[in-house]
């Protein structure tokens, strides 16, 4: 069988680079439950190596896991058969509220490609504490890979759920059953109808403020970052980061600016996708509708293929947040939204949709601002455009916001205490893990290697990130 399953390597990192940036009392408890859980392994499993909210959250949280001491794996999982990713962007779409329905040909198919991941995790005897899978498209492993006793598997759903579409949502909510643990980002998503079995945990997404992406860039940098990518720095300009996806609403967000500009001539627009997921195989569709619905401004200006880049994309995202005067995320559905936090960490004054996860950073009118409409947006920006005073008092909220809510290492507590209440309810003979202190699968608690199954995956190393000097 080819591999469906690769293994990524990250470099290591130091714990004591976040400490200046948190309140105390957070750092405490985290390197207290981190000791508590040393000894066993966990892992991140999603369905993308790179792209979207998921990829970026894991190749953060599991360095900061293992410099904590707790042994964290990351496998990327992407089954072979090439329909598995339409299916799998169709329950995405269909969950989030699409209207639609799933043929049985297709749940077979998305079963099927999940089974042959099962076998393959058998085959290789990869095991672990706690598994943590991402995202719809692993959803039914649970339910296909034997459970071991003293294993603990987490569902994380990071996806809008407000609003399912019912007969995708009666199919797939019973493979939650499988799980000793289900993760959402906000209080809203939980199904209804679960019951509290499995428990259920709510842990909001964060972003990573040591990033190339999240570390600052001086005004004049980003301005000649963006300048390469053929914005004039001398006119203002408005960004919305995403990839290009229906629910981002890059068509809102176009007639928003032809709004604002009537009152700000001069107005530039950035819509910046560059990275895409591979799990997601409709951006190309979207993009070209984008292109058609921007009718040739030469000021709206659109990025998708990540060729002849001035700079590396984080950096690329970083500039063109720093450089703008507002942001937006006009998303109609949204698990969370990534780019708003990145933003508003940058203290930029950030409009968004009032849905999802965007509900849960911005308060509006305090450090950002919520809206129901591209009229409401358009009205907005101009608000903002004209006001550089509340420009910098909303930012200023922002960015506070995020480091009391949405940095990264709340983000590894709020996993590891999920992982613990689970912990907490194996056997007693499990409770130091299955095979004594080590762990089901021998981690050592330490960053030492330690050999596992997971060595003999393919591996891909990601080299270490580049932060900007501070
Ligand atoms: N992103 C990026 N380059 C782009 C567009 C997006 O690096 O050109 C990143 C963005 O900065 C964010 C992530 O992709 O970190 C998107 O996460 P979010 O939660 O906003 O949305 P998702 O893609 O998961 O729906």
Not at 13 to 23: E, G, H, K, N, T
Not at 31 to 39: I, R, Y
Not at 434 to 455: K, L, S
């Amino acid at each position: 069988m080819t591999s469906m399953l690769l293994r990524i390597n990250y470099p290591e990192m130091a714990l004591d680079r976040y400490a200046s940036l948190l309140p105390p009392e957070l750092l405490h408890e985290l390197t207290t439950l981190a000791q508590e859980l040393k000894g066993r392994r966990f892992v991140h499993a999603n369905s993308t190596a790179a792209g979207g909210g998921v990829a970026e959250i894991l190749q953060s949280l599991v360095p900061l896991m293992n410099s904590l001491g707790v042994a964290t794996e990351r496998v990327v999982v992407s089954p072979t058969e090439p329909r598995f990713f339409q299916i799998t962007k169709r329950i995405h779409n269909l969950l989030q509220g699409a209207e639609g329905s799933l043929s049985p040909e297709e749940l077979e198919v998305y079963f099927r490609c999940i089974g042959e991941v099962a076998e393959d995790i058998q085959e290789r005897a990869l095991a672990a504490d706690v598994w943590f899978l991402h995202d719809p498209q692993l959803l039914p492993l649970a339910s296909l890979l034997p459970k071991q006793v003293a294993e603990l598997r987490y569902w994380v759903c990071h996806i809008d759920l407000t609003a399912p579409n019912p007969q995708v949502l009666d199919a797939l909510a019973p493979l939650t059953g499988h799980y000793d643990g289900l993760v959402f980002s906000l209080p809203d998503f939980v199904p209804p109808g679960l019951n509290g079995h499995p428990p259920v945990s709510i842990v909001p997404p964060s972003i990573d403020p040591l990033t190339a992406k999240n570390t600052p860039l001086s005004r004049v940098e980003a301005q000649q970052i963006v300048a390469a990518m053929g914005i004039d720095p001398a006119r203002p300009l408005i960004t919305q980061v995403s990839r290009f996806d229906y629910w981002k609403d890059p068509w809102g967000v176009i007639d928003a600016y032809r709004q604002a500009r009537r009152s700000a001539p001069g107005l530039q627009l950035a819509l910046l996708g560059l990275s895409q997921a591979a799990d997601d195989p409709e951006a190309l569709d979207v993009l070209n509708s984008v292109r058609e619905h921007a009718a040739g401004d030469p000021d709206i200006h659109t990025y998708f293929y990540p060729v002849d880049l001035p700079d590396s994309i984080d950096r690329i995202v970083n500039a063109f947040q720093t450089a703008s005067l507002v942001v937006m995320q006009k998303s109609t559905r949204e698990g969370f939204g990534l780019t708003v936090a990145e933003a508003m960490w940058k203290g930029r004054a950030v409009i968004g949709g009032n849905v999802g996860g965007i509900r849960s950073q911005i308060e509006d009118g305090v450090n950002g601002y919520l809206v129901d409409s591209p009229e409401e947006c358009g009205r907005r920006i101009v608000e903002l455009l004209q006001n550089p005073d509340l420009r910098e008092s909303i930012g200023q909220a922002a960015r506070e916001r995020v480091r009391q809510q949405f940095l990264l290492p709340r983000l590894a507590l709020d996993y590891l205490r999920a992982a613990r209440a689970g912990l907490a309810q194996l056997p007693p003979r499990y409770t130091n893990g299955a095979n004594g202190a080590n762990g089901v699968n021998g981690a050592n608690g330490t960053n030492g290697h330690h050999p596992t199954a997971f060595d003999q995956l393919e591996q891909l190393h990601i080299p270490a990130p580049q932060a900007n000097p501070v």
